[in-house]
């Protein structure tokens, strides 16, 4: 057994050399060092399996990751932050249960009592096996007054028809006194639930606000960080952003599960803005890095945007269900334990060192004055500030329309989720043909359409189909304008990627701060639907100027740098005016020792890659 290991992983090193030979050259030092040989000696061979990391594929795989887990943290809030936000407003939940009482015909007092203890509220009365209801009568608990959809009457069974069921079971008649005490007793129990809904309608409605202003803290503050990130990779290279942007959004994770006010869950918001930022702008430069063909560039986005719709698609129902029937700290916790994974994943993949760009990058200002970069960032911006206003906003209206629980709030974004992962990977290659402006144009056109179909539904079936029109939407614009800003730097600017993907992920930070802060105002102001109206407004008056976008000119027309450098792409029949047709070798990639593998020009020469 002892020399079976080591024969099967050489050959399995064997094999994954020979895969790094197909595409990716291995030129490691012929001349091995004395620590290598040491390594090589001690685990018989076992070292060489670090090849496998140096795949392309392997660098778009932890973007991936790094997406989903973050999007996971961004949206596993939906359902728990409104129902968590409204207990911790109910401080003296006490005096709460008396005001709830006071308000109630004296002659109905003796149906109910306080309860101090987590039990169900206005429990069923059951009849004993007498004739009459047990005494004592239904329980208000002062610690969970606020626990969504407890108090409605429609959802629970007739106790005049139990009681009625429970007493022709027994063989017995139905006396005047059970049958008046019964009645009474369901008048009081609307009463009391009439009221209750009267005390939650009047606190919720500053929830509105602070949920908005929480849920907009990690785009602003993601705003703000990333004019820093991007210039930052053109110094450093991209793996020590990267994996800082880990070890951040670990730690908001930790906070966001034990922290129990809204000041400390508003600090683990914003500090997760920080993590993005890094983990954004990174991964995407990293992978307009390792792809340079634009067509294959346009399937890794496509890869990489689903990582972001499954952590979308995954973290609503997620955390509403893990909230409802375990605790709060529950799916924080599982979310923590698998970014600890990912940060070991960018450990030995990455190697995070500093190793600067060969070329100096076009500044943040001079990319700000490209007309074209600005239409491909509004898109960007009106595309996602519909579904950003709908996050904190329509769980609390299917709270009050439709009587919703917490799991159904977070399972209203699945149809978006699932559709958006469908349009990301759909419209990714399909884009490159048909014109990445033309696919834009189309999705905003179809964001306008949904939102105003929204606020007209009444069940929570009807949310399905708007829902899933709008996620698919936006993943047609994601999908078309993120590899297009990469193109945009090929063809106009310096191909260094890092401040251009910076003001992309600012673009859509800006429709995620934006849309919270104003929904929470316009909700109260004009209102639920109007509020949707206006965005979608906004959206379908934009979506012409996405048509600019067909055909892009070049820095230089004859002097592009994407001919220049023979390592652009395909260009479809709506973005080329030059070299229709023409289809250009992706370079060979000099991986060498491939654990510390780092795409920037920097860190091909660090490792010796070239």
Known sequence: MRKLAPTLIETVSFQCMQVNRMGYADVDNPEEDPKEAAMRKLTGGAHRLRGCFGDRRMILFIVFVALFLDNMLLTIIVPIIPDFLLELSAENKTSMVQDLLSGINESCAVFFREDYYKRPRLSNVWASRGHAPTQGG??????????????????????????????????????????????????????????????????????????????????VVQLLINPMIGPLTNKIGYSIPMFSGFMIMFVSTVVFAFGGSYGVLFFARALQGVGSACSSVSGMGMLATVYPDDKERSRAFSWALSGLAMGVL????????????????????????????????????????????????????????????????????????????????????????????????????????????????????????????????????????????????????????????????????DSSMMPIMGYLVDLRHVAVYGSVYAIADVAFCLGYAVGPIISGGMVQTVGFGWMLWTISIVCLVYSPLTLFLRNPPGRDESKALVDKKQDGGEKNEWEASNNVGTTRQIPTIQLGSTLGYDPTSGGRQTYGYE
């Open 138 to 219: 239904a329980m208000i608990s002062a610690n969970r007054v606020f626990d969504t959809g407890t108090y409605e009457i429609e959802r629970r069974s007739d106790e005049f028809t139990a009681f009625t069921q429970y007493l022709a079971r027994q063989n017995e008649n139905l006396s005047q006194y059970s049958q008046a005490y019964l009645t009474e007793l369901r008048g009081c129990r609307e009463m009391a639930s009439e009221r209750l809904n009267q005390m939650r309608r009047s606190a919720a409605g500053d929830e509105h606000i602070q949920i908005g202003v929480m849920f907009a803290s990690k785009s």
């Open 314 to 477: 995954v973290g609503p129902p997620f955390g509403g269900i893990l909230y409802q029937f375990i605790n709060k700290e529950a799916p924080f916790l599982i979310l923590a334990t698998l970014a600890l994974l990912d940060g070991i994943l960018q450990l030995l993949t990455l190697r995070p060192a500093v190793r600067p760009e060969e070329q100096r990058g076009t500044s943040l200002a001079k990319l700000l004055q490209d007309p074209y970069i600005l239409i491909a960032a509004g898109s960007l911006t009106f595309g996602n500030m519909g579904i950003a206003m709908l996050e904190p906003s329509l769980p609390l209206w299917m709270w009050e329309r439709m009587h919703a629980e917490g799991w159904e709030q977070g399972a209203a974004f699945l149809p978006c989720s699932v559709s958006y992962l469908i349009g990301t990977n759909i419209f990714g290659p399909l884009a490159h043909r048909i014109g990445r402006g033309l696919s834009a144009g189309i999705g905003m056109v179809i964001v306008g359409v949904c939102l105003i179909a929204i606020p007209f539904a009444t069940m929570n079936e009807h949310l399905i189909v708007p829902m899933f029109g709008l996620g698919f939407a936006i993943g047609m614009v």
